[in-house]
């Protein structure tokens, strides 16, 4: 698969609903070709996110994204269409590439990722432009476990409570590694 561009944000811009619907209908049935067509739809939006949650890791975030497809394809059933199929897309591809983290057990801590010293700057700051080039850098300077719960609660918009299911963290690391993210942030920025 040639990975899709990295198209930023996640605002859904497709097909209005009851096409859509009409798509995941087919698809449920077994009409592949419909499933097809929500992943043209879609795919780059994917590959973005994965692209952010895998650390600019274009390899990983492309391998992350078949995964997602591939569960959304296996839990298409499941869908009930309570929200719009991308935002049902977007909390699979989150727990893909969360899940993935834990059971690598690749979290670490801030003191190991002190330890390691900062990071390099992101391969994918060059190609969005929604990103100063500073913001990518301090991002990519962040410990890995603050920059996921910094990406998930400030820019995706998840609360504390489902960035702590997601990661398999107490909620109340999660509010710690987010005051250390904008902590640093701030410094990185200065």
């Known amino acids: 698969m040639v990975a899709p561009a990295d198209s930023g944000g996640w605002r859904q811009t497709v ?7 009409l798509l995941v209908s087919r698809a449920v049935d077994g009409d592949t070709r419909a ?17 952010r949650l895998c650390q600019g890791d ?9 995964d997602a497809f591939v569960r959304a394809w296996e839990k298409l059933g499941s869908f009930r269409g309570e929200a719009q199929f991308g935002t049902w897309l977007h909390r699979i591809t989150v727990n893909v ?18 330890a390691a010293g900062p990071r390099e ?15 990518e850098r301090a991002l990519a300077r962040l410990p ?4 996921t719960v910094l990406w998930l609660h400030d820019v995706e918009g998840y609360l504390h409570e489902e ?21 640093l942030m701030k410094e990185h920025l200065q």
Not at 15 to 21: I, L, T
Not at 121 to 135: I, K, M, Q, V
Not at 164 to 179: D, E, I, M, R, W
């Open 58 to 66: 274009r390899a990983k975030a492309e391998q992350a994204t078949q």
């Open 35 to 51: 499933f097809e067509q929500l992943y043209r739809r879609h795919s780059d939006k994917v590959f973005g996110l994965c692209v």
């Open 144 to 147: 890995k476990g603050a920059r």
């Open 97 to 114: 590439v969360l899940g993935e983290h834990r059971l690598l057990q690749r979290w670490t801590t801030f003191e190991d990722a002190e």
């Open 15 to 21: 097909a209005p609903a009851g096409e859509e619907a």
């Open 163 to 183: 960035i702590a299911q997601l990661t398999g963290t107490a909620v109340g690391t999660s509010k710690a590694q987010l005051h250390r993210a904008r902590k």
């Open 121 to 135: 700057e992101l391969a994918t700051a060059a190609e969005d432009p929604s990103l100063s080039r500073d913001l």
